[in-house]
């Protein structure tokens, strides 16, 4: 089974702090994926990556960074928290780079609160 | 318009009911189409998974779509307590590098609830 990994499930950081996600995959997908879902909201793209050092923003990219500087793990950057981005983080990947409708492996979640 | 349409509900039925969750897209290129299964606090799992029109069925489980109208199904037979969770349903087109590549676009869910 392939196993996305989160390193954290919650954390509480205060605002104007740097804060690091970190997720690890298990299965050698080449694409990594950095969800944030919100009540009524659903899930928003924030951030994709299809190989080792390549990133490509996704529909709310502000306020984030990436980096992927191995295969397996692709980590979410927040530079300055704000309590707008107090949310839930989802990471996933996928295989068959170059293929469509791969579907996505998830993981368990970050619950991050920005006070 | 939004690239996925789904229902948030709630949706409350009793054991035993058959359940029908639906998404309604506009984008014609979509050609993968997935249903996820979300329990609380818990990350997005797969559910079904289907290439074009058509319906699969998998146990209790039956996705349905029908590109003309754009329009896809999920119905969840002898539904059970443990069914209680939020679905979403996902697609996908093209394949290559591109903004398409992988990307998945997702309807925001449908929270069900199975009562005993």
């Known amino acids: 089974d392939v196993k996305v990994t989160q390193s954290s499930r919650y954390l509480v950081k205060r605002t104007g702090e740097k804060v690091f996600l970190e997720c690890v995959q298990d299965?050698?997908?080449?694409?990594m994926f950095w969800y944030r879902q919100d009540p009524g909201l659903g899930l928003r793209l924030i951030y994709f990556s299809y190989d080792v050092k390549m990133k490509e923003k996704g529909d709310i990219p502000e306020g984030y960074s990436v980096s992927r500087e191995k295969k397996e793990r692709f980590s979410l950057i927040l530079e300055s928290a704000s309590t707008n981005q107090t949310s839930m983080y989802l990471c996933a990947s996928s295989q068959l780079r170059g293929s469509g409708g791969s579907p996505l492996h998830f993981g368990n979640g970050t619950r991050l609160t920005v006070t | 318009q939004k690239e996925v349409e789904q229902d948030p509900g709630p949706l409350s039925v009793p054991e035993g009911a058959i359940v029908s969750l639906n998404c309604t897209y506009s984008n014609s290129a979509f050609q993968y189409f997935m249903w996820y299964r979300q329990y609380s606090r818990k990350g997005p799992e797969l559910l079904m998974y289907t290439y074009s029109s058509g319906n699969k069925e998998d146990g209790r489980f039956t996705a349905q779509v029908d590109k003309s109208s754009k329009y896809i199904s999920l119905f969840i037979r002898d539904s059970q307590p443990s069914d209680s969770a939020t679905y979403l349903c996902?697609?996908?087109?093209?394949?290559?590098?591109?903004?398409?590549?992988?990307?998945?676009?997702f309807g925001r869910g449908t929270q069900l609830t199975v009562w005993p």
């Open positions: 299965m050698d997908h080449e694409n």
């Open positions: 996902a697609m996908t087109g093209l394949g290559g590098r591109g903004s398409t590549l992988g990307r998945l676009y």
